[in-house]
């Protein structure tokens, strides 16, 4: 089905899916809180099924450099963490704008100093919407002269309590706020953070740590100390929408993904699908510390929906995922609210917009979002809206994942170039898709 070139891989249209899903990684999100709480906890801790990318692997080697102890075997970990010391070089995040944007928060509440510095990508990505904040809290973080990596904590530099309001309903920078009150001297309330997801201040409590939610505010006392835990990741949803995304657009399929995370901040995607007129059944296996269960999708006929502003949150990291979707579905899906694309590992919405028209969609840009409209008749009539391309990834591992998953239901193969990137986040999606499509 698939031929692998050193930069490129090409994905055949399917003619059917199997029934269950191919195992999903662990939760990105959730390994990479689970890896940083550990190191900053007194106490050995035990984290399985750690998501296998080289985003969490960034996390594994900083906290290391810190003075933790880290050991893998496949997808577990040990840390010893502890006490921590200045690393003697730059902390390296290489592609992981959640590793960089924890340690800026860890690292300002325990007074280490260190540099963080990341690849060509994460170096574009805004790093002053932590720095500022951090800096009102009584922290000395500096930034390239864009507001960008690579950034300074300096040592020394005692925390104190205060209110932040955030400019951002960003999950990153709460995290980060999160781990630096940890470390303060006071009460810090964190306001803004809306449907951002809540996983830290899920997490933090089975670590050790006390947070408070009063309403929209999140409350965090310290000094606080964390303690060792053990914890099972759970699958990742961002990971299974592009499994769900496949059954909703393939004629006839009805996939099962098991055991993946349900927090509700995480479903935006599944809902989205839902909406559009999917056959979706959730079945909750387990509640605490985050609710995991079994999600299914069924194909049917889609129709167009809107995503606005408050929605986004929720459904940011698949929204490129929603638009191939969107080509699927009858009418004009609109997307809006979603200017934090632009700043992603690509800009999300000119790449998935220039590959989408490579593949005969209709699609237009606006600056916070985009429109796609799907054939006038839907899914299930033999409409087939899209053709084979060759399309750029823009080196986003996301993009790469939703143009192999728009081939599914095109007329003729799809070639995704720079498609090695998937190695961030799921490493064996295209032979986990392969197995999918051969049922």
Not at 7 to 24: D, F, K, Q, Y
Not at 30 to 51: D, Q, Y
Not at 291 to 298: Q, W
Request: with cysteine; net charge negative.
């Amino acid at each position: 089905m698939m031929n692998t070139q050193a930069r490129s891989e090409t994905v055949a249209p399917a003619r059917a899916l199997g029934r269950l899903a191919p195992n999903i990684p662990g939760d990105k999100s959730i390994s990479h809180r689970a890896v940083i709480f550990a190191a900053m906890a007194e106490g050995e801790s035990h984290v399985t099924n750690v998501a296998p990318g080289e985003d969490v692997a960034s996390s594994m080697r900083c906290v290391a450099a810190l003075g933790a102890t880290v050991v893998r075997d496949g997808l577990n970990v040990r840390i010893r963490g502890g006490a921590w010391r200045d690393p003697s070089e730059a902390l390296d995040c290489g592609n992981s704008g959640t590793t960089m944007r924890f340690l800026i928060g860890a690292l300002a509440g325990r007074g280490i100093a260190a540099t963080l510095t990341g690849d060509e990508s994460l170096s574009r990505r805004p790093m002053l919407r932590v720095a500022e904040p951090m800096r009102e809290l009584g922290a000395v973080v500096d930034t390239a002269s864009g507001g960008t990596a690579p950034v300074h904590v300096r040592g020394g530099h005692p925390l104190h309590g205060g209110h932040i309001v955030m400019k951002v309903a960003s999950a990153q920078l709460a995290s980060s706020l999160m781990l630096a009150a940890t470390g303060a001297n006071g009460r810090v309330t964190i306001s803004g953070a809306g449907t951002a997801r809540d996983h830290t201040a899920k997490m933090l409590p089975h670590f050790g740590v006390a947070v408070q939610r009063n309403g929209d505010d999140i409350v965090v006392d310290g000094p606080q100390t964390f303690r060792a835990a053990d914890f099972r990741v759970p699958g990742d949803p961002s990971a299974a929408a592009f499994w769900l995304a496949a059954a909703a657009i393939v004629p006839g399929a009805r996939l099962v993904v098991e055991n993946v995370n349900l927090n509700p901040t995480r479903l935006g995607f599944v809902d989205a699908l839902e909406r559009m007129g999917a056959g979706v059944t959730i079945t909750v296996t387990a509640e605490e510390p985050e609710p995991m269960g079994h999600i299914e999708v069924s194909a049917r006929p889609l129709h167009a929906i809107a995503i606005e502003e408050p929605e986004v949150p929720a459904i940011l990291d698949e929204l490129p995922l929603l638009g191939i979707v969107a080509a699927y579905a009858a009418g004009t899906t609109t997307v809006r609210g979603a200017r934090e694309l632009r700043v992603k590992e690509s800009d999300r919405i000119a790449v998935l917009v220039k590959g989408l028209r490579a593949l005969g969609g209709l699609i237009d840009e606006v600056d916070d979002g985009f429109d796609v409209t799907g054939p006038s008749t839907s899914l299930g009539t033999g409409s087939v809206p899209l053709r084979g391309a060759t399309v750029e990834s823009g080196g986003d591992h996301r993009l790469a994942m939703a143009f192999a998953i728009a081939a599914l239901g095109a007329s003729a193969p799809v070639t995704i170039e720079d498609s090695g990137c998937v190695a961030i986040s799921h490493p064996s999606f295209f032979a986990d898709l392969e197995a999918l499509c051969r049922g």
